[in-house]
């Protein structure tokens, strides 16, 4: 699999569909690569490979587990997340939600292919938003 993004040598990245990965968001900017792509590579230990659809539910619990995505933090170029925002989570962090109930909307066609080393595809199924 080219866990390196779009082209890479290897052609396209993956969604866990096996098609080709679709942009996740542009705006605001998402992705390991900040390329709008739930894309990865070697250095994204975090595996930032779940296109999510924030909801208000994911923000306070990923807020209560320390990660806050709503404040903007200008200096990281960071604008801070709000409800109906697309974003590259952390496929742990993602099937952290799930277990906890709290699992935000994915849009499949944009979710990487090497999240399925972390997350269930019938869980990823069962969360799939509507892809636009």
Do not use: Y
Not at 51 to 63: D, G, I, K, N, P
Not at 72 to 100: I, N, V, Y
Not at 114 to 127: E, F, K, M, N, P
Request: charged share 20%; with cysteine.
């Amino acid at each position: 699999m080219d866990a390196g993004g779009f082209g890479g040598g290897r052609g396209p990245a993956r969604n866990v569909l096996g098609g080709t990965l679709g942009v996740c968001s542009t705006l605001p900017l998402t992705g390991w690569l900040r390329d709008g792509g739930c894309n990865t590579d070697a250095s994204d230990l975090g595996l930032h490979t779940v296109c999510a659809v924030m909801t208000e539910a994911f923000l306070a619990f990923s807020r209560a587990r320390g990660n806050d995505l709503s404040t903007p933090r200008p200096e990281f170029g960071f604008p801070g997340l709000k409800p109906g925002d697309r974003w590259c989570l952390c496929a742990a962090r993602w099937q952290e939600a799930f277990e906890a109930g709290q699992a935000p909307p994915v849009l499949l066609g944009s979710t990487h292919a090497a999240t399925l080393g972390v997350v269930r595809l019938d869980d990823l199924r069962a969360h799939a938003a509507p892809e636009a």
